[in-house]
């Protein structure tokens, strides 16, 4: 029942820091309230980029959001 109010969502983001984007990622992994399957990516010396699904409920998701733009990221809804 209760994966009947979940969402999945596919989001792109967009790190200019690489620290960054490993920050955001470790606090996103270790939050029990969504799950994070990552389905691209990539890392160079610099910067990040993450394709993901996040499966959540809505304030869920609006977290990840938020989190991601702390964390300088561009954040992108993918269709």
Known sequence: MQAESQE?????LTFPDRAKAKQ???QLSQSS?????IL???FTKKAA???VEVRGDSGT???VFRLGRTC???VRRVP
């Open 8 to 12: 999945a969502v596919r989001l792109d």
């Open 24 to 26: 955001a990622f470790e």
């Open 33 to 37: 309230d969504e799950r994070l399957n």
């Open 40 to 42: 691209r990516g990539r």
């Open 49 to 51: 980029w993450l394709e």
């Open 61 to 63: 998701l609006d977290e």
């Open 72 to 74: 300088g990221a561009s």
